[in-house]
């Protein structure tokens, strides 16, 4: 198993910048990949960015040329950098941890609000 822990949002003014961060423990041998997913009220949970072991990336659409996803040197953290913040932007993030024989483990989430 693999814990996550996320941290980094909170409430910022659009156009804004926040950077969030999940750090892996446990067995971290096993994380084939990590990504940032949000939901946002009344609305189903989506991926946001997702790195791969190798450093392969992709992005959800709404957000390509403003987030951008990294690891750290330890590679058992992952970065969300979010520029150029929006409205609907507003969602609780979590980071996911995808293992290698298919499990999938989840943090507790970051509340991050876009708001004026």
């Known amino acids: 198993q693999v814990r996550l822990v996320e941290s980094g949002g909170g409430l910022v003014q659009p156009g804004g910048s926040l950077r969030l961060s999940c750090v892996a423990s446990?067995?971290?041998?096993?994380?084939?990949?990590m990504g940032w997913y949000r939901q946002a009220p009344g609305k189903q949970r989506e991926l946001v960015a997702r790195?791969?072991?190798?450093?392969?990336?992709n992005y959800a659409d709404s957000v390509k040329g403003r987030f951008t996803i990294s690891r750290g040197n330890a590679k058992n953290t992952v970065y969300l950098q979010l520029n150029n913040l929006k409205p609907e932007d507003t969602a609780v993030y979590s980071c996911?941890?995808?293992?290698?024989?298919?499990?999938?483990?989840w943090g507790q989430g970051t509340q991050v609000i876009v708001s004026s």
């Open positions: 446990g067995t971290i041998f096993s994380i084939s990949a």
């Open positions: 996911n941890a995808q293992l290698t024989w298919g499990a999938e483990n």
């Open positions: 790195i791969t072991h190798d450093g392969s990336t």
